[in-house]
């Protein structure tokens, strides 16, 4: 009955519309700068002013294409006018950071009108420090575009028309606690809600809960420090089942030198993944870090786990002109591709990382990045692997390269990644692409480059390829997309731009094309 709830609760915001959404997560940033203000009351003048700031904006575009229709052999012409109005908030204080960027995007079709629609973007998150030092407050949100199904026609632009495309929303709370007792022991306590759901009826709602508990210290032995941890883990999908995990375990954590440490840990974990009820199975793993300089990270684990074995393996290095990641992990997940906490994109967070050093501060850095897009003429939210729904827990090896150069007038990034996704519950009998296949394929890069000819015109170029299937065999899609985009700034807060793209999809039938044209006016208040 409670997975119904949430299911209806998040369908009923996104069913009520555009407004609600943005009404629901402004509400929360409103609750915090609140709290937050009210801190500052009682605190005084120690603390700095809060700062609050409201960026409201105007997008409007028209497109001509020769296929609107994704997937569609014979093509398919018409016009796309689309109307974006946006607002970027940013609030920080000593004890509140919060960060808002939402857009409504009105798409109406000359030709096929009934495809007429609403479609929400929405990247949120914020922190707040509710009791000094002790209680914390994290809250996030995302609402974007994505398949229904890996197998199933992809879109590579949002205003396509394509069944297999729908709207996910994702939104979560994590209030947490953290202290120190008696100067010895460190303490961390934390819940968090997560809820996940989309406005096709064909996949499953999930709610997620996650509860940890960890006690942490130093031995006499110098350099030597436990830790003890206490987890659990229930994911429930509205049209599969539940899945519990709990784990317990005794860490230990050796710093070797300033820059490099060891760690290892062993348990029991509790969990129902093959079965219907809890089965206890013996955990333990391995991990090391290594941080040789500020701008060069390495870090590692593995652990064995009552489903088998999980990794991750890190390496970020930075210089003052490129960003480099590479990473592979294998971990369990509720929504393949995508994490729960949501991300913009790939090209984001590499910039988000970069600047890092120019900007500590994480909502200061989110404008700075933002600012940098836009200037340079950058697409966000470009990903490289489209993500999917599933109905139950699976279980995803990701290995992704992710690279950027940042020149003085040119930028270039370069982002390929492949997943590697199965079931893992295999009790659940919903229906999703697991129903059929037993894993799922993907792989995909993205090269985009992009200068400035002018202080106020900019060109970019963008290549990508994505291809998806079953690892027996059977094959599934591939698509490339080419596009040519010129950016010119009218004004101090209006540009206007070009975009042209060509999108090819080989599958089982006939290859399809596409081929667009789109003009768009930005223009900020």
Same mark, same amino acid.
């Given at each position: 009955?409670?997975?119904?709830?949430?299911?209806?609760?998040?369908?009923?915001?996104?069913?009520?519309?555009?407004?609600?959404?943005?009404?629901?997560?402004?509400?929360?940033?409103?609750?915090?700068?609140?709290?937050?203000?009210?801190?500052?009351?009682?605190?005084?003048?120690?603390?700095?002013?809060?700062?609050?700031?409201?960026?409201?904006?105007?997008?409007?575009?028209?497109?001509?294409?020769?296929?609107?229709?994704?997937?569609?052999?014979?093509?398919?012409?018409?016009?796309?006018?689309?109307?974006?109005?946006?607002?970027?908030?940013?609030?920080?204080?000593?004890?509140?950071?919060?960060?808002?960027?939402?857009?409504?995007?009105?798409?109406?079709?000359?030709?096929?009108?009934?495809?007429?629609?609403?479609?929400?973007?929405?990247?949120?998150?914020?922190?707040?420090?509710?009791?000094?030092?002790?209680?914390?407050?994290?809250?996030?949100?995302?609402?974007?575009?994505?398949?229904?199904?890996?197998?199933?026609?992809?879109?590579?632009?949002?205003?396509?028309?394509?069944?297999?495309?729908?709207?996910?929303?994702?939104?979560?709370?994590?209030?947490?606690?953290?202290?120190?007792?008696?100067?010895?022991?460190?303490?961390?306590?934390?819940?968090?809600?997560?809820?996940?759901?989309?406005?096709?009826?064909?996949?499953?709602?999930?709610?997620?809960?996650?509860?940890?508990?960890?006690?942490?210290?130093?031995?006499?032995?110098?350099?030597?420090?436990?830790?003890?941890?206490?987890?659990?883990?229930?994911?429930?999908?509205?049209?599969?089942?539940?899945?519990?995990?709990?784990?317990?375990?005794?860490?230990?954590?050796?710093?070797?030198?300033?820059?490099?440490?060891?760690?290892?840990?062993?348990?029991?974990?509790?969990?129902?993944?093959?079965?219907?009820?809890?089965?206890?199975?013996?955990?333990?793993?391995?991990?090391?870090?290594?941080?040789?300089?500020?701008?060069?990270?390495?870090?590692?684990?593995?652990?064995?786990?009552?489903?088998?074995?999980?990794?991750?393996?890190?390496?970020?290095?930075?210089?003052?002109?490129?960003?480099?990641?590479?990473?592979?992990?294998?971990?369990?997940?509720?929504?393949?591709?995508?994490?729960?906490?949501?991300?913009?994109g790939s090209v984001y967070d590499i910039l988000f990382s970069q600047f890092a050093s120019?900007?500590?501060?994480?909502?200061?850095?989110?404008?700075?990045?933002?600012?940098?897009?836009?200037?340079?003429?950058?697409?966000?939210n470009t990903r490289v692997l489209t993500p999917f729904l599933s109905a139950a827990q #699976?279980? =995803?090896?990701?290995? *992704?390269? $992710?690279?950027?150069?940042?020149?003085?007038? !040119? /930028? &270039? @990034?370069? %982002?390929?990644?492949? #997943?590697? =996704?199965?079931?893992? *519950?295999? $009790?659940?009998?919903?229906?999703?692409?697991? !129903? /059929? &296949? @037993?894993? %799922?394929?993907?792989?995909?890069? =993205?090269?985009?480059?992009?200068?400035?000819?002018?202080?106020?015109?900019?060109? !970019?170029? &963008?290549?990508?390829?994505?291809?998806?299937?079953?690892?027996?065999?059977?094959?599934?899609?591939?698509?490339?997309?080419?596009?040519?985009?010129?950016?010119?700034?009218?004004?101090?807060?209006?540009?206007?731009?070009?975009?042209?793209?060509?999108?090819?999809?080989?599958?089982?039938?006939?290859?399809?094309?596409?081929?667009?044209?789109?003009?768009?006016?930005?223009?900020?208040?």
């Amino acid at each position: 009955m409670r997975r119904a709830h949430d299911k209806e609760h998040v369908r009923q915001v996104l069913v009520a519309g555009p407004c609600a959404c943005l009404v629901v997560t402004f509400s929360i940033l409103q609750m915090l700068m609140s709290t937050s203000a009210r801190g500052q009351e009682l605190m005084g003048d120690a603390l700095p002013a809060r700062a609050f700031e409201v960026k409201p904006r105007l997008s409007l575009s028209e497109t001509w294409t020769n296929n609107v229709q994704a997937g569609n052999v014979v093509g398919s012409s018409d016009q796309i006018t689309e109307i974006s109005p946006g607002v970027q908030i940013r609030a920080e204080s000593s004890r509140l950071q919060a960060y808002l960027d939402y857009a409504l995007n009105k798409l109406h079709y000359a030709q096929t009108k009934s495809s007429d629609r609403l479609q929400n973007s929405l990247n949120a998150f914020g922190t707040l420090e509710a009791i000094e030092k002790f209680l914390f407050i994290d809250v996030s949100a995302t609402i974007a575009q994505q398949s229904i199904s890996a197998l199933g026609t992809q879109s590579v632009i949002e205003s396509s028309i394509n069944s297999n495309q729908t709207e996910v929303a994702n939104w979560r709370v994590s209030p947490r606690i953290q202290g120190r007792l008696a100067n010895i022991v460190n303490y961390e306590a934390r819940w968090s809600r997560t809820l996940v759901d989309s406005k096709s009826d064909l996949r499953s709602g999930l709610g997620q809960t996650d509860w940890l508990a960890r006690l942490s210290g130093d031995t006499p032995l110098q350099g030597l420090g436990w830790t003890l941890d206490s987890s659990r883990q229930t994911v429930g999908f509205t049209e599969g089942r539940t899945t519990e995990a709990d784990l317990y375990l005794l860490g230990l954590g050796y710093l070797l030198t300033p820059q490099f440490s060891l760690s290892a840990n062993i348990g029991v974990e509790s969990s129902n993944y093959a079965s219907e009820a809890k089965e206890n199975f013996t955990s333990r793993g391995l991990g090391f870090s290594w941080r040789p300089s500020d701008r060069t990270t390495l870090s590692g684990s593995t652990d064995q786990r009552s489903f088998g074995r999980t990794h991750r393996l890190d390496l970020a290095h930075r210089t003052g002109r490129t960003a480099w990641k590479l990473s592979d992990a294998q971990s369990t997940s509720a929504t393949p591709g995508q994490s729960l906490q949501g991300s913009i994109g790939s090209v984001y967070d590499i910039l988000f990382s970069q600047f890092a050093s120019i900007e500590p501060n994480p909502t200061a850095r989110a404008q700075l990045v933002n600012a940098y897009l836009q200037v340079n003429n950058l697409s966000p939210n470009t990903r490289v692997l489209t993500p999917f729904l599933s109905a139950a827990q #699976t279980l =995803s090896r990701q290995q *992704d390269v $992710l690279f950027a150069l940042l020149g003085v007038r !040119s /930028t &270039l @990034t370069f %982002i390929a990644s492949q #997943t590697k =996704s199965q079931r893992l *519950d295999t $009790l659940s009998v919903a229906q999703d692409d697991y !129903s /059929t &296949l @037993t894993q %799922i394929k993907q792989q995909g890069f =993205s090269i985009n480059f992009s200068h400035r000819l002018a202080p106020d015109m900019s060109m !970019s170029v &963008l290549g990508s390829m994505q291809k998806i299937g079953g690892t027996d065999g059977s094959s599934g899609e591939r698509t490339s997309l080419l596009s040519l985009n010129l950016t010119q700034s009218l004004a101090k807060n209006a540009t206007i731009s070009s975009t042209w793209r060509h999108v090819k999809t080989h599958g089982a039938s006939e290859p399809t094309r596409e081929t667009a044209l789109t003009f768009n006016i930005n223009v900020l208040f």
